[in-house]
């Protein structure tokens, strides 16, 4: 069974994973705790945006690998929250790790290590694959169905950036720059236009039918939107146009535009008087625009009986 959590369950959880010890003197930081702090700003951040969000985990819990990777059916696109360990204890720097061949993964895994350096002046050490026996040598990337990127913060084995993990403003920081990277990636990056309707056919001269009243657009889960308007009189049928192109010549009074891309799309409907056969008349557009929000599964790394990487200063 998949556990995905609400964000308000979680954000009652908040402060409960006791994980983290700190003293004037110096402390000790677990990596499992790190990874569900950042992942908690970054759910809500995107939530903000009008993302669609879980998360795999939402309290100090152990999560088997193959689960959290399952959890992303359907979704599009899977982001694991890691920080660093290394044996060598001076290494320092921002990494992600995206699935072989991905193309989009690569260009996002690297906006993130980018932004995350950006907001956090942490080292940019860049944006790999790993390959293995199977293919993918993580887990969560190989059995990932959706686009799977491993983001691995700071590392918690060099006693500066494990300080600075220990703070919450640090830890804000890396997880900005993850939303960032994905809310512009994501949200902001328009769907391209098509061209739009030609100018309204008018005949006779001047006589042009009535833009349809009370367009909308209704989200109908499942990459489908229900598109709804009120009759016009004199109308024989309409046309549906998205993002400036044509996509259905001839609906009667309502549509459902299906298999569509994540992403804002504008729509436009006109009513059309169809004489024997022939378009006489058209109307000018009627306009609305709607979100297909995107998933996205955030999975904060190791948690319970997993500690991940162990920091100490
Ligand atoms: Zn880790």
């Not at 369950?9 to 000790?28: D, M």
């Not at 769907?191 to 833009?211: C, N």
């Not at 459902?256 to 024997?276: K, M, N, P, W």
Request: glycine share 12%; hydrophobic share 40%; aromatic share 6%.
């Amino acid at each position: 069974m998949r556990r995905l959590v609400g964000l308000l369950a979680i954000l009652a959880l908040l402060g409960v994973t006791g994980a983290t010890r700190v003293s004037a003197a110096g402390g000790t930081i677990y990596e499992k705790a790190t990874t569900l702090d950042e992942s908690f700003v970054v759910a809500e951040r995107l939530r903000a945006a009008g993302v669609d969000v879980a998360l795999t985990r939402g309290d100090d819990r152990y999560v088997e690998l193959s689960r959290r990777a399952a959890a992303s059916r359907g979704a599009d696109l899977l982001v694991s929250i890691h920080n660093n360990g290394s044996t060598s204890r001076s290494v320092v720097g921002t990494e992600a790790y995206y699935q072989i061949g991905n193309r989009f993964g690569g260009q996002l895994a690297y906006d993130i290590v980018r932004r995350i350096s950006a907001k956090a002046g942490t080292v940019v050490r860049g944006a790999f694959t790993r390959r293995g026996d199977n293919g993918d040598y993580y887990a969560v990337l190989r059995e990932s169905p959706a686009t799977a990127i491993i983001v691995e913060g700071a590392f918690i084995s060099n006693a500066g950036e494990a300080r600075r993990l220990s703070t919450a403003d640090f830890r804000r920081r890396i997880a900005d720059g993850i939303a960032d990277a994905l809310i512009n990636r994501l949200v902001l990056t328009p769907v391209p236009q098509g061209a739009g309707p030609p100018a309204p056919k008018s005949t006779p001269v001047g006589a042009v039918l009535p833009a349809p009243d009370g367009l909308a657009a209704a989200f109908a889960g499942n990459h489908a939107m229900n598109l709804s308007w009120r009759a016009v009189t004199g109308a024989t049928h309409y046309e549906v146009w998205r993002d400036g192109r044509l996509i259905a010549p001839n609906v009667g009074s309502g549509f459902t535009d299906r298999g569509l891309a994540t992403g804002r799309h504008r729509y436009e409907v006109r009513a059309v008087l169809d004489v024997a056969g022939a378009v006489v008349q058209q109307s000018n557009s009627a306009i609305t625009e709607a979100l297909v929000p995107w998933r996205v599964i955030v999975d904060p790394g190791h948690g319970g009986r997993d500690p991940g990487a162990v920091g100490r200063w």
